[in-house]
């Protein structure tokens, strides 16, 4: 009989011990936090150089997932990167334009007081952690940051894959990147642009028609002659003519340009006075332009019948230059023409002039 007593009172005591162990597990779950960490989603870490054993600036983004009051985000670099553990050297902002954020993400918020993101420093850097504080976050929004100063992290020596970690005090992400050989993410790019000068004249005839004593015969519409070139130190006209006036061949009789001694003369034409000369004036610079145009004073031809004498005696004569690259600098020229009444009468009164430019590089 005691036996069996003893048997059933090690019953009665097993029984009421796996009722309490009962009773504890349904009593636990009330004493314990229902809330746990989440995982950080969309966790991005550039670094912007590649390069192996670079010093380099980056970007954090994350999304965080856990409904809570986040206070910090640390950035975990990967082993072997260079960390520095002075918090004055991670620098951060919170600027989107030029970092080329994912689309959506927002600037990370921020008190903007000493040590949190944005601000000139962060509040710790210990071993390959950096931390930075941080203000309330939402959930589901994708947020970023930049750290913006070089001082901070130089890559490892070695080209590889290698992984990191983002966090708040609230939850965790991680992020891989990855190293390549020295220089190689970057690209040299070379090109060649040969010098290059290019001149036209918008006409090759000029008519002048009959001459009378009662008036200066002017040009109906001016010759343009358009430059175009890279030459850095700017261009030249020249021009020079066949007769140094109008010829007739068959009155045997020249109506003279304004020369004296082999060089011309800036003079303004009258009625009634023999006279041939060649009047410049600068239409457009052309946009884009790296000079100032302007005409020798020689050919300046502002005023009705103004102009200089192309003289056949003295060659190419500088009509126009510049000071730099032109983008189609054009150059307006008219001819005058004036007749005394002892001018021999012909039909093939002719001047032939010749115009070249060049650029000086």
Request: charged share 5%.
């Amino acid at each position: 009989m005691k036996y069996r007593n003893l048997h059933l009172t090690k019953t009665k005591l097993a029984g009421a011990f796996f009722a309490m162990t009962l009773a504890l597990q349904a009593f636990v779950p009330f004493l314990l936090p229902s809330a746990s960490a989440g995982t950080l989603t969309n966790t991005l870490v550039r670094f912007d150089r590649l390069s192996q054993g670079v010093a380099t600036t980056g970007t954090v983004c994350a999304m965080p997932t856990t409904v809570g009051t986040e206070s910090t985000v640390a950035v975990t670099f990967p082993t072997g990167f260079t960390v520095s553990t002075t918090a004055a050297n991670w620098g951060t902002n919170t600027t989107s334009s030029g970092y080329g954020w994912p689309s959506g993400a927002v600037a990370w918020l921020t008190t903007g007081t000493s040590g949190n993101v944005g601000s000139a420093a962060a509040t710790s850097a210990v071993g390959q952690t950096v931390t930075w504080g941080s203000s309330d976050l939402t959930v589901g929004t994708l947020y970023c940051f930049n750290w913006t100063t070089t001082t901070g992290l130089t890559s490892v020596g070695t080209a590889g894959n290698y992984s990191g970690s983002v966090a708040t005090n609230i939850d965790t992400g991680n992020y891989a990147v990855t190293t390549v050989g020295a220089n190689a993410d970057q690209v040299t790019v070379t090109a060649t642009v040969n010098p290059t000068f290019s001149m036209s004249l918008s006409a090759n005839s000029d008519a002048l028609g009959t001459i009378t004593t009662g008036a200066v015969k002017t040009s109906g519409s001016p010759i343009q002659a358009t430059v175009s070139t890279n030459a850095s130190n700017g261009w030249y006209m020249w021009g020079k003519d066949s007769s140094a006036g109008l010829n007739s061949t068959t009155a045997s009789y020249t109506i003279p340009s304004n020369c004296s001694s082999g060089a011309g003369t800036n003079t303004t034409l009258s009625a009634g006075t023999e006279g041939y000369n060649l009047g410049a004036t600068v239409n457009t610079q052309g946009s884009g332009s790296g000079g100032t145009t302007s005409i020798a004073g020689v050919f300046d031809g502002s005023s009705t019948g103004q102009g200089g004498g192309l003289c056949s005696t003295a060659g190419y004569q500088t009509i126009a230059s510049s000071t730099g690259t032109a983008n189609a600098a054009k150059v307006d020229m008219k001819n005058n023409a004036a007749i005394s009444g002892v001018t021999k009468p012909a039909t093939d009164y002719q001047d032939v002039e010749t115009f070249v430019g060049a650029g000086l590089f």
